[in-house]
C-alpha cells in the first residue's frame, strides 16, 4: 500500500521530522516514537488502520 501527500505537505513533514531528530534527547527515547507519530498523524494525515472509526473523511485502507 502506498500513501500519497501533496508536494508542499510531504516537504513539511520531512522537515518536521528532520527537526525531530536534530533535537532528540537519547535521555528520553519514548518522547521521539510519540513525536514521529504526532507528526505522521497530526501534520500528514497518516494513521494506523486501528485508529479508524469509520467517523471522519479518510479510507481504511487494507494491508
Do not use: N
Amino acid at each position: 500500500m502506498q500513501t500519497y501527500l501533496p508536494a508542499d505537505l510531504y516537504g513539511h513533514v520531512i522537515d518536521l521530522i528532520e527537526d525531530l531528530f536534530d533535537t532528540f534527547d537519547p535521555a528520553a527515547p519514548d518522547c521521539l516514537k510519540t513525536r514521529l507519530a504526532m507528526i505522521l498523524g497530526e501534520e500528514g494525515g497518516i494513521w494506523p488502520a486501528y485508529c479508524y472509526r469509520g467517523e471522519d473523511e479518510g479510507v481504511k485502507k487494507s494491508a
